[in-house]
C-alpha cells in the first residue's frame, strides 16, 4: 500500500517523486552517468539538434542568435560558485532593436564539482530546463541553448533587463500569479536552488527564472525561495497546464527525446514520474522548512 501523509483533506498519499521522504538513500552523481554518453559527445549530441528543436515559437529567431551570432566582446561575471561570462553578440536585442544582444555564458570547464550532481553537467540542466518552460508554454525561463563558445561547450542564456520601477497595484498582483506558475516549473524540474536573487522582473513586468542548473536530480530535492506554497493546491490555471502536458503524448513524447540528450535516464525517467503525480495530484510539495530554502548569498 503506498504511503501517506497528513495535508489538505484527510491523508494525501505519498507522490515518491515529488514529496521529500527522509528515509530515502542519496543517489551518487557516479550513479546518474550509468548507460549514457558523457562529456563532448553528449554535448554533441544535444547539439546536433538545432537552436529551434523544442523551442517557443517567439523565441526561435532569439535561440539561433544566441548559437551562432559572432562574439563581440566577454566579460567574466564576479563572485558566483561557478565562471559565468556576460558576452555581447552580432544581434539585435529581440526586446530593444537598438541595442545589442547579450548573454549569459556558463561553459562546463568552469562549473564547481558537486557531490551531489554528476560533474560537467549543469550547463546541460539550464537547456533542459528551458525545454520544459516552452513545452509548458510557460516563458519564464530566457531562451537557453548550448553553444560551443570562447572557453568551450557551456549554456547561452539571453541577458535579462531588470525593471528599474516599482510594480503597480495590478502589476504585482499579476506578478504573485507568475511566481505560483515557476513554482508548479520548479517542482516539475526538482529545482535544488531557487533563490529570490533567481527570481527578477522584466520591464515588460514578466517574471525572469534564471540560474537553473541544480535540477533534475532523480529524487526529491527541491528547495526554493517559494516554501510557504508548499501543501496548498496549483491555481486552477496552472494545473490545467501540467495536465494537459500530461495527456498530450506527442508533446510528452518529443519532450522525452530532447531531455535524453541532455539527462540521464533515470532524471529523464523521474521528470515524467513528477508531471504525472502532479498532473494527478495538483498540489504543491510540502518541503521541509530547513532544509527546503535555499541558501541564499548575502
Known amino acids: 500500500m503506498a504511503a501517506s501523509r497528513p495535508g489538505g483533506r484527510g491523508r494525501r498519499r505519498l507522490r515518491p517523486h515529488l514529496d521529500p521522504m527522509g528515509d530515502r538513500r542519496l543517489v551518487l552523481p557516479d550513479e546518474l552517468e550509468t548507460g549514457v554518453a558523457h562529456g563532448r559527445e553528449r554535448f554533441e549530441t544535444a547539439l546536433a539538434a538545432g537552436p529551434r528543436d523544442g523551442a517557443r515559437i517567439q523565441d526561435e529567431e532569439t535561440l539561433v542568435a544566441l548559437a551562432e551570432a559572432a562574439v563581440e566582446g566577454i566579460g567574466e561575471v564576479p563572485y558566483g560558485s561557478n565562471a559565468v561570462f556576460l558576452v555581447q553578440l552580432a544581434a539585435p536585442d529581440p526586446h530593444d532593436p537598438g541595442q545589442p544582444m547579450r548573454a549569459v555564458y556558463k561553459p562546463a570547464r568552469g562549473e564547481r564539482p558537486l557531490w551531489d550532481f554528476p560533474r560537467r553537467t549543469l550547463y546541460l540542466r539550464e537547456a533542459a530546463t528551458y525545454l520544459v518552460d516552452a513545452a509548458l508554454d510557460l516563458g519564464h525561463v530566457p531562451p537557453t541553448t548550448l553553444r560551443d563558445g570562447p572557453v568551450g561547450p557551456g549554456s547561452m542564456q539571453l541577458f535579462v533587463h531588470a525593471s528599474d520601477r516599482n510594480p503597480s497595484t495590478t502589476q504585482a498582483e499579476r506578478l504573485e500569479a507568475q511566481l505560483k506558475d515557476v513554482a508548479m516549473l520548479d517542482a516539475l524540474v526538482n529545482n535544488a536552488d531557487r533563490k529570490r536573487s533567481h527570481l527578477m522582473v522584466t520591464a515588460e513586468t514578466r517574471i525572469a527564472a534564471i ?30 497546464r501540467v495536465r494537459a502536458l500530461n495527456a498530450d503524448e506527442t508533446r510528452m513524447t518529443a519532450l522525452h527525446e530532447r531531455l535524453s540528450r541532455l539527462l540521464s535516464a533515470r532524471e529523464v525517467d523521474a521528470f515524467e514520474g513528477r508531471v504525472r503525480e502532479l498532473a494527478e495530484d495538483p498540489t504543491y510539495p510540502s518541503l521541509d522548512d530547513w532544509d527546503g530554502r535555499p541558501f541564499e548569498w548575502w
Open 211 to 240: 540560474d537553473n542548473a541544480l535540477t533534475f536530480l532523480p529524487y526529491p530535492r527541491q528547495r526554493t525561495a517559494l516554501i510557504s506554497l508548499g501543501g496548498t493546491a496549483l491555481p486552477a490555471s496552472t494545473a490545467a
